[in-house]
């Protein structure tokens, strides 16, 4: 397993979409949450924004959104060349492939968030200031943490949808529309079901997380990151028995 | 060695490869022929367990693929020499493709001069021409030593030189006691390459047999005949334009001043004459073409056949 894992940071490593689909990430991790600090600390209360730590990590969703590309690419990129059969006949163990894969992408992924999560909290609480929160505060470091939790598992999320649908382009509208667009139009659905629906959707109970404290009516950190992680994994294992049933 | 038992594969209705059985043996280069369509590379992807069979089993001594421990050190294959991530250089490929198999790292150094690519090694292989691409693909295929070797249509759309290069390879590699298996619809690359040939059409074997055999077995080998009374000979031969018991057929050439005799050899034929007391003029075996003997045998299989003007 060593070795098919040193194969496949090999792969990651020596693409460039690796690097600018990562870059972008923490431009826009620290980007927006600057953004987002130099807004609420010029407006102040009119701004109605009081989670010093979520201003600072607001870019967590577009950051997201990066690394989820990255995570499609992985494995659409071996489909769409051709690469995938190379990479069958050197490892033919289609789950031990995947494991590989997923394992090598998510720790590199991980390093990346977290890292870009530090900064942009770090930056954030500058302009902030006196309002700004201190990572010794409840919930804080959690939270930060929690930012590059997030963005891994969206990744691992667009990796496990580019395996399951195999086609760059499908692959990359599926996971933009399941971890960005699909959440906000659940805000439209009726009645108790729809309030249901909306809390339990992939990042809307994800992105709970990031906040210090629970909102009323939402689902608390860990619970909401652990559905989001369900969905993750739902998905995982469709991709999985998926790859070891089809011909490549 | 790789052993093929009654491999099937269907695809909803249709049946792409059907029953299929071969062998392919060590030290000798084996050809898979057929026409396009006729289930070649869906074959090829079987025995290195990227499709899955519906029916029948592919061995690389004894194992299924899938079960090989490090498959890269036991089967080399270029399936296609385009099927590379375009954004990675030639050297990280390689390198990628080693480290899952526990080759060393040094090896790929090898492989690399070994296909002249050492000079383009850290270029990106989008920009590989054809030739550099196929290059980059047996680099890849040879990076493990293997005993066994597969290559699908290797030599498509190459430059003579490449053409050269390959066959001259594959001919090597064979003479180092390696198995290796090409597959191509053109005939006339077989003849210069193979010891072997497997010939499928629409899915089925239609022949398994030594290239010499092959043309041997063709019914268009025939003798030609030449001699002052051929019309005696004929008749000494069973008669102008019949087919005897054993299957011999003797014709009368356009101009009549030849006979064809089909399904007897050459010594037959001048035993034959010189009991009857007949002097012959010329007696000449005829072989067909490698071309020809093919044609033969794979057009009723032909998957798509161009309607004639």
Redesign the interface.
């Known amino acids: 397993m060593t070795?098919?894992l040193?194969?496949?940071w090999?792969?990651l490593r020596?693409?460039?979409?690796t690097v600018w689909t990562l870059l972008a990430a923490v431009a826009l991790m620290v980007g927006f949450g600057l953004l987002l600090a130099f807004v609420s600390r010029d407006l102040g209360d009119e701004a109605g924004l009081t989670d010093a730590t979520m201003i600072s990590l607001s870019g967590s969703s577009f950051a997201s959104l990066a690394v989820a590309s990255l995570g499609v690419l992985v494995i659409s990129?071996?489909y769409r060349?051709?690469?995938i059969?190379?990479t069958?006949?050197?490892?033919?163990?289609r789950l031990r492939m995947l494991t590989a894969k997923v394992a090598v992408f998510a720790v590199t992924a991980f390093a990346v968030a977290l890292a870009a999560s530090f900064a942009a909290f770090f930056a954030g609480q500058a302009v902030l200031g006196d309002k700004g929160a201190a990572l010794g505060d409840p919930g804080v470091l959690r939270a930060v943490v929690g930012a590059g939790l997030l963005i891994t598992a969206s990744g691992i999320f667009g990796l496990a949808l580019g395996a399951l649908i195999r086609h760059t382009p499908g692959a990359i509208v599926a996971m933009t529309a399941l971890i960005f667009v699909l959440p906000q139009m659940t805000g439209m659905l009726p009645g108790e079901w729809g309030a249901t629906v909306r809390k339990y959707f992939t990042t809307n109970a994800g992105d709970q997380i990031v906040r210090v404290e629970a909102v009323d009516g939402q689902l608390g950190p860990w619970a909401g990151f652990g559905v989001y992680c369900a969905w993750i994994a739902v998905t995982l294992v469709a991709a999985a028995v998926l790859l070891r049933?089809r011909?490549? | 060695m790789i052993d093929v038992k009654s491999l099937t594969k269907r695809y909803g209705s249709t049946v792409a490869v059907d029953g299929l059985s071969f062998e392919v043996r060590p030290g000798q280069v084996t050809g898979f022929l057929g026409p396009n369509g006729a289930g070649k590379s869906t074959t090829m992807r079987m025995i290195l367990g990227l499709d899955r069979p519906s029916e029948g089993t592919a061995l690389i001594d004894g194992t299924p693929y899938g079960a090989l421990r490090h498959p890269l050190r036991k089967v080399g294959a270029l399936l296609d020499a385009k099927a590379v991530h375009g954004g990675r250089s030639a050297r990280d490929h390689l390198l990628c493709l080693a480290q899952s198999n526990g080759i060393p790292a040094s090896r790929v150094a090898e492989v690399l001069a070994l296909t002249g690519l050492t000079a383009v090694a850290r270029r990106r292989v989008g920009g590989f021409s054809l030739g550099m691409s196929q290059r980059l693909g047996i680099a890849a295929a040879l990076l493990g030593d293997p005993e066994v070797l597969l290559f699908d249509e290797p030599v498509n759309g190459l430059d003579p030189e490449g053409i050269l290069w390959i066959r001259t390879l594959m001919r090597d590699l064979a003479a180092e006691g390696r198995a290796v298996f090409v597959s191509s619809h053109l005939m006339s690359e077989m003849a210069q390459t193979a010891d072997h040939l497997v010939v499928i059409g629409r899915g089925r074997l239609i022949a398994d047999t030594s290239v010499d055999e092959f043309i041997g077995r063709s019914s268009q080998a025939y003798v030609r005949v030449g001699g002052p009374r051929l019309p005696e000979l004929a008749r000494v031969l069973g008669g102008a334009g019949t087919v005897n018991g054993a299957g011999t057929r003797v014709e009368v050439t356009p101009h009549g001043d030849h006979l064809r005799v089909t399904g007897m050899s050459a010594a037959a034929v001048g035993e034959a004459a010189a009991g009857a007391g007949l002097a012959l003029h010329e007696l000449t075996p005829v072989a067909p073409s490698l071309e020809a003997a093919y044609m033969e045998l794979t057009q009723d299989s032909a998957e798509y056949t161009g309607v004639r003007a």
């Open positions: 070795g098919v040193r194969s496949e090999t792969k020596s693409v460039r979409s990129g071996e060349t051709g690469m059969r190379t069958l006949l050197a490892v033919p163990g049933r011909d490549a």
